[in-house]
C-alpha cells in the first residue's frame, strides 16, 4: 500500500524478516552499543595513560645515565689532565706527584665500580 509518499506494509509482510536487524535498525540497541564503546574508550585511555609512564621512565632513566657519565668525566677530567701534562713533560712514573694523581685516577675509577654494583644491588632485589 502507498499513500501520499508513504509506504506502508502489510502487518505480515516482516514475519521472515530477522528482528535483530529490525531492532538494529529501529536503534532500539544504542544503549548498549554506547556502553561498548565508552568501555573500549576507557581502555584505549588506560592504554594510553601507560604507555606515557613507560615513556617518561625510560627518558629518566636516559637522562640520570647521561648526568652520571658527565659528574665522572668531570671529576675525572682534571686528574688525568694532569697525569698526562706531567707524563709530557718528562716526568717518569716514579716520581711522587705522578704516583699520588694515578692513585687518585684509580681511586675514582674504584668508588665509581662499587656505586655501579651498589645500584646492581639494589636493582636485583
Same mark, same amino acid.
Given at each position: 500500500? /502507498?499513500? +501520499?509518499?508513504?509506504?506502508? &506494509?502489510?502487518?505480515?509482510? *516482516?514475519?521472515?524478516?530477522?528482528?535483530?536487524? *529490525? @531492532?538494529?535498525?529501529?536503534? /532500539?540497541? =544504542?544503549?548498549? %552499543?554506547?556502553?561498548?564503546? &565508552?568501555?573500549?574508550?576507557?581502555?584505549?585511555?588506560? @592504554?594510553?595513560?601507560?604507555?606515557? $609512564?613507560?615513556? %617518561?621512565?625510560? /627518558?629518566?632513566?636516559?637522562?640520570?645515565?647521561?648526568?652520571?657519565?658527565?659528574?665522572?668525566? *668531570? =671529576?675525572?677530567?682534571?686528574?688525568?689532565?694532569?697525569?698526562?701534562?706531567?707524563?709530557?713533560?718528562? %716526568?717518569?712514573?716514579? $716520581?711522587?706527584?705522578?704516583?699520588?694523581?694515578?692513585? +687518585?685516577?684509580?681511586?675514582?675509577?674504584?668508588?665509581?665500580? =662499587?656505586?655501579?654494583? +651498589?645500584?646492581?644491588?639494589? /636493582?636485583? @632485589?
Amino acid at each position: 500500500m /502507498k499513500q +501520499a509518499g508513504k509506504t506502508r &506494509f502489510a502487518p505480515g509482510a *516482516l514475519s521472515g524478516a530477522d528482528p535483530q536487524l *529490525l @531492532s538494529a535498525l529501529a536503534g /532500539k540497541e =544504542a544503549g548498549r %552499543e554506547r556502553d561498548v564503546a &565508552f568501555r573500549a574508550r576507557r581502555v584505549v585511555a588506560a @592504554s594510553l595513560g601507560v604507555m606515557r $609512564d613507560q615513556k %617518561e621512565g625510560r /627518558k629518566r632513566g636516559r637522562a640520570l645515565a647521561l648526568a652520571a657519565i658527565l659528574m665522572v668525566i *668531570l =671529576a675525572l677530567g682534571p686528574l688525568v689532565w694532569r697525569l698526562v701534562d706531567e707524563l709530557l713533560a718528562g %716526568e717518569s712514573l716514579t $716520581d711522587m706527584a705522578i704516583q699520588v694523581t694515578l692513585l +687518585a685516577c684509580l681511586l675514582w675509577v674504584a668508588i665509581l665500580a =662499587a656505586a655501579l654494583v +651498589a645500584g646492581w644491588m639494589r /636493582k636485583g @632485589s
